[in-house]
């Protein structure tokens, strides 16, 4: 088993910042990668970025790119997502997700991101 236990969202000014946590327990040796989807309110979840567990290989969706970084911890077991200038349509609940070599997923309970114009 493994949990994922997010932190750090909440609101901001259009232009500002926020990192999300993604902190992972459990049977963390039976990670492949940790990704970061969001679901904005009346739309599909949709895959934000994500990072290899023992690599460091990133991917981001195009939107993100140059503005997100996502990262990780090895000693902590955490993954980061720094969110610099973040628009209003970054809005959304985000969730990490961890897939597990076995081929299952595990995922985190969300935190709320609003950005406000």
């Known amino acids: 088993q493994v949990q994922l236990v997010e932190s750090g969202g909440g609101s901001v000014q259009a232009g500002g910042s926020l990192r999300l946590s993604c902190a992972a327990s459990?049977?963390?040796?039976?990670?492949?990668?940790i990704n970061w989807f969001r679901q904005a309110p009346g739309k599909g979840r949709e895959f934000v970025a994500g990072?290899?567990?023992?690599?460091?290989?990133?991917d981001y969706i195009d939107s993100v790119k140059g503005r997100f970084t996502i990262s990780r911890d090895s000693g902590e077991n955490t993954v980061f997502l720094q969110m610099n200038s973040l628009k209003p349509e970054d809005t959304a609940v985000y969730s990490c997700n961890a897939e597990l070599k076995s081929g299952l997923r595990a995922w985190g309970q969300g935190t709320q991101v609003t950005v406000s114009s």
């Open positions: 990072i290899n567990w023992s690599g460091g290989n990133t």
């Open positions: 459990g049977r963390t040796f039976s990670i492949f990668g």
